[in-house]
């Protein structure tokens, strides 16, 4: 069977899009999720397919060639009429069983998520809903694998996910703020049993690799907080444990471990009652984005209405509550 007669993987044209974007195999194989070596038979297997080389791999980053540029709107084009065929034929064959689909970060699912969604069902039938909470990088990996509709999750700007990578559309439905927190110094104190300072060391508890908050600190607050990386270290701050969720972050804060930056819708309850304190000044802090992303291609009817009513939503609340001039 000759190479013109092999059979076409439609992976590897997601795989042709990747590299497309990245220009690295490297980070095209992370984005797709994996390893290079097979990533790099896929691609050498489509341009087989294809019949003449779409990369230009003297050229770094890795280039389209003058074959590749052509063919590359065209795998773009076919890809999303293939996912809005689909769709609509699953729409056609049982309307009525069709399920949103929506990733959201652990932190969200447990707070803003509800309140969301208790907000669309009350000026749209939705039908049965199916929610995945995880890391932002698998719920990154559920909406790149088109297994979810939308992502709810923290953003930054200065701190952009594979999402915004890929250019997904995303809406600012509200606004958090991560905050350093500590358990008071006593039990009748209002002063926290640790404090953020520049010339003070304190125990952290931080955030995984996977994690999207832990992105967003990290990048933020970069300068400031300077962890030590070996137990000889001199100076700065000392990572005593790690999660990539918040919720067990929270947890190990309230049990007095250390420091955790939580978001404030988090831990709203903590702090009115004083079980946790702010453990730093505003300069210490972190303005971040509640954002909903979902995917490029044309969805179903009710979620292409769930997206409608959100952008209103959005629209109306940024009118309301305009975006601050300063923040981290």
């Not at 773009?76 to 996912?83: R, S, W």
């Not at 652990?106 to 998520?113: E, I, M, Q």
């Not at 508890?205 to 996977?210: N, P, Q, S, V």
């Amino acid at each position: 069977m000759g190479p013109e007669n092999r059979p076409l993987d439609l992976e590897w044209l997601e795989d042709f899009l990747a590299l497309a974007e990245h220009g690295n195999f490297s980070r095209a194989a992370q984005a797709r999720a994996i390893a290079q070596p097979a990533f790099s038979r896929h691609i050498r297997s489509l341009e087989e397919w294809v019949g003449v080389e779409l990369f230009d791999r003297t050229a770094h980053p890795a280039a389209l060639t003058m074959a590749g540029e052509r063919f590359h709107p065209l795998v773009k084009a076919l890809l999303a009429d293939l996912q809005a065929a689909r769709i609509k034929t699953r729409a056609v064959h049982d309307l009525a069983a069709i399920s949103l689909r929506i990733a959201a970060t652990n932190a969200l699912s447990l707070t803003v998520f509800p309140r969301w969604l208790s907000g669309m069902e009350s000026q749209l039938r939705l039908g049965p809903v199916q929610t995945m909470s995880d890391s932002l990088q698998a719920c990154e990996d559920l909406m790149l694998q088109r297994r979810v509709q939308f992502v709810l999750c923290h953003g930054h700007a200065n701190a952009p996910g594979r999402l915004d990578e890929f250019h997904y559309p995303v809406l600012t439905l509200g606004r958090d703020v991560l905050v350093p927190v500590s358990i008071p110094a006593s039990e009748a104190s209002s002063k926290p049993l640790y404090r953020l300072s520049a010339d003070m060391e304190a125990p952290i508890l931080m955030y995984g690799e996977e994690s999207g908050l832990g992105r967003i600190l990290r990048t933020c607050l970069r300068d400031q907080l300077r962890l030590r990386t070996t137990a000889t270290a001199s100076a700065g701050f000392t990572a005593v444990f790690t999660a990539h969720y918040a919720v067990m972050l929270k947890t190990m804060a309230l049990e007095g471990r250390g420091i955790a930056w939580l978001p404030e819708s988090l831990i709203a309850d903590e702090l009115a009652s004083g079980k946790l304190l702010r453990a730093g000044d505003a300069g210490w802090q972190v303005s971040i984005e509640i954002r909903l992303y979902r995917q490029h291609a044309e969805m179903t009817p009710v979620a292409e209405s769930l997206w409608q009513l959100s952008r209103q939503s959005a629209a109306a609340s940024a009118a309301s509550h305009p975006r601050p001039s300063a923040a981290v």
